[in-house]
């Protein structure tokens, strides 16, 4: 049996604490694991999670700190989404400033409708490579190991970069510890999770693997509806050597929702929020079950030609299929369901049918290399090719059926609301990129780094639809330049400043049939970035002007579809802080303020007004205080917070309702065990998570009433 040695560490109280460390740890700090053992009656615990990344992700590419990024971007670890109870990218968005989840029409709780300092962006990148259809895109937490927020374009990411940002979401892989992890979670509303997570340590030549398995079954807390999820992601690497490397990778997400699909509601704007908060007048025990499929699979080899230079291939497929049902109401017209002024409202069935295949492949060298003493290069050299395809059809019953708002009654039979299917909408498309990159960050000194380069991009893209049934052809080439500088102030303090370009073909057509324009954007910012208690608390603070031409919004007239306007801008700050302040209390908070204003269009009335998107501000905090080990020991206690101050609707001048909810947490650790209890909405708030208001009526979806989850975790 190996020893184990132990490190006494002060306490800023000036009381003594003990680290468990085996002679390979050298930062505690870093360590996301609770080692315990008991000497003379007395337990020796490392309580500090990793809470922050200090350096990119590899698969960012571009393979340098932070500090020394001219961008800013917030990297989290998985550490954070179990201490918050985090199960999706919706809830995990609180850590990241700016960053804000619009409507969401679907219980599968897809990334669609996400905006990024008041802009929308086109979707999820997972480990750098495009991760197929956003709409009812899953990232559960079972398969993330950590989570980056870039705020602006970032072309060395993918062949399409909004100017608003983008995430990319890090799988789980093989580590250098053998890994087990297991976690049961029961909460409201009949919620129930299990989840597993077992590994193998990386050998220097050799086999090894991990794998995850989530199952988790859920109601809701409106009426009627439920749903279940399963997630099964095994991965494995062989090491030919240590320079040299493959690994593939393999992510199934199945999922089915029954009874209905959305809880969206739709009121004359004095009745918002007065309804029955549990009433579901987009369900029903008769609507066919909903189903979401997405399968992802991942191969990547590695070689290391010396410590300078290495090359990277990666390729990536993805197919997902989704079938939603739900209801539209005839007099709303194609909307959600409304009532007249007697409370009768007349439902029509609802089907939406999405499916998504794409590929992409990536080849990129990395490489480091000296033309003076004290000049540095890091390069970025490479290639990608993408083909998506897609295409959407929606549909309603041609047969109403009466829904009374004063006396609700459900079971309405299946095959009515199967049969007689009328299309009204639907469209294909087939994306083609082929692009190359060249980045280049010279060093000077190691103070002053000088980010240059850019993205040449050839799209080529093919359109149909029931409004235009001819193919459109459309091909687009685009060079997007960036340009950054980074200055150390000291080892610990960063300033930059960055000008970057995005280029996004967009698929789809208007209500008209018409097909969308590629969006171009431009992104000017300066920050100050900073660590503290060496290295410990990071902070950032950012300043940005942002213009998106071409852009794309819902359509009000007709809400079932989207348009395009001419030229939004956003302009604002955000602050984000993530990290531990003292040993025993850990902080992740940030605050937004992004303003975008429609500046240019064809039609004039419309020049000035607030877009209707993200809010124009974000406050959220979580902090997590762990009592000393002489008092509880193991003991922790979380409080957070999040508030959405003004947000803008289509019509102008008008918002949707402030709130602000609290949620937080009781943890206890012993020895390999911990239990958690999560709450959330502690003050069983009434609100609208997102919606919009238009002509006097809004759609929205209301937020989740209190509720909890405890769980119980075991780790290796």
Do not use: C
Not at 215 to 244: E, G, H
């Amino acid at each position: 049996m190996k020893k184990r040695y132990f490190l006494l560490i002060p306490l800023i109280s000036g009381s003594m604490s003990a680290f468990a460390q085996t002679p390979q740890q050298t930062r505690p700090a870093e360590q996301d694991t609770l080692k315990t053992k008991v000497l003379q009656e007395v337990v020796i615990r490392d309580i500090r999670r990793k809470l922050k990344n200090d350096t990119l992700s590899q698969t960012l590419k571009l393979d340098q700190p932070l500090l020394t990024m001219p961008q800013n971007i917030v990297s989290i670890s998985s550490a954070v989404l179990v201490d918050q109870g985090v199960f999706n990218l919706r809830d995990a968005a609180r850590n990241s400033s700016g960053t804000y989840f619009g409507l969401n029409n679907n219980v599968f709780d897809g990334a669609s409708n996400l905006y990024m300092r008041g802009l929308p962006q086109n979707g999820i990148i997972r480990n750098g490579l495009p991760s197929g259809s956003f709409g009812h895109q899953q990232d559960d937490e079972a398969i993330i190991d950590r989570i980056e927020f870039i705020k602006g374009p970032a072309g060395f990411l993918g062949s399409s970069g909004e100017a608003g940002g983008s995430i990319n979401v890090v799988t789980k892989a093989p580590t250098d510890n053998n890994i087990l992890n297991a976690t049961i979670t029961a909460g409201s509303y009949n919620f129930y999770r299990a989840a597993v997570d077992v590994g193998s340590a990386v050998k220097e030549k050799g086999f090894s693997y991990r794998f995850n398995a989530a199952y988790n079954y859920q109601q809701y807390f409106v009426d009627i509806m439920k749903s279940n999820k399963l997630v099964i992601a095994p991965v494995i690497q062989y090491n030919f050597s240590k320079r040299t490397s493959i690994l593939a990778e393999y992510i199934l997400n199945n999922q089915t929702a029954i009874g209905g699909s959305t809880f969206t509601k739709y009121f004359a704007e004095d009745k918002l929020l007065t309804d029955d908060r549990h009433a579901n007048y987009q369900a029903d025990p008769g609507l066919p079950n909903s189903t979401s499929k997405s399968q992802y699979g991942r191969l990547v080899f590695k070689h290391e030609f010396n410590d300078n230079w290495k090359i990277t291939s990666q390729s990536a497929f993805n197919r997902t299929s989704s079938e939603t049902w739900s209801f539209l109401a005839e007099e709303t017209g194609w909307n959600a369901v409304g009532f007249d002024e007697n409370g009768l409202s007349h439902r029509l069935s609802y089907r939406t049918y999405n499916k998504n295949r794409g590929l992409s492949t990536q080849l990129f060298l990395n490489g480091k290399f000296k033309t003076g003493e004290k000049i540095s290069h890091r390069l970025l050299f490479g290639g990608e090719y993408v083909v998506d395809k897609d295409s959407t059809y929606q549909s309603y019953g041609t047969k109403s059926f009466l829904l009374d708002l004063n006396n609700l009654q459900y079971g309405l039979n299946r095959d009515d609301l199967q049969g007689n299917q009328e299309v009204f909408n639907g469209f294909r498309y087939d994306n083609n990129f082929a692009a190359v990159y060249l980045y280049n960050t010279t060093s000077f000194a190691e103070k002053l780094f000088v980010q240059f380069g850019g993205r040449y991009t050839y799209n080529k893209r093919e359109n149909s639809g029931i409004f235009a049934p001819e193919v459109k052809t459309l091909k687009q080439k685009a060079f997007t330049p960036r340009v950054g500088l980074t200055y150390l102030i000291d080892n610990y303090t960063s300033v930059y400043a960055l000008y970057d370009q995005s280029f996004v073909p967009t698929a789809g057509q208007d209500v008209n049939g018409k097909a969308f324009e590629p969006i171009r954007g431009e992104d000017r910012e300066i920050g100050i970035k900073r660590d503290w208690f060496a290295g410990k608390l990071s902070t950032t603070l950012t300043g940005f002007d942002i213009a998106r031409n071409n852009m794309v919004t819902t359509d009000p007239a007709a809400p079932q579809f989207n348009k395009q306007v001419g030229q939004v801008r956003s302009k604002g700050i955000e602050l984000d802080v993530i990290g531990r302040i003292v040993p025993n209390i850990t902080i992740s908070a940030n605050y937004s303020y992004a303003k975008a204003k429609i500046t240019k269009d064809t039609d004039p009335e419309i020049v000035g007004q607030l877009y209707a998107s993200a809010p124009q501000q974000v406050i959220n905090t979580w902090f997590r205080y762990t009592f000393p080990s002489n008092f509880a020991p193991g003991l922790s206690l979380a409080l957070g917070q999040t508030s959405i101050i003004k947000k803008a609707t289509t019509t102008p001048g008008t918002f949707i309702p402030d709130y602000t909810k609290l949620d937080g947490s009781v943890a206890y650790t012993y020895r390999k065990i911990t239990t958690r209890l999560l709450l959330d909405n502690l003050t069983n708030k009434r609100y609208i998570q997102t919606g919009d208001i238009y002509n006097g009526n809004g759609y929205y979806t209301e937020g989740v009433p209190f509720n909890f989850k405890l769980s119980v975790a075991f780790r290796l």
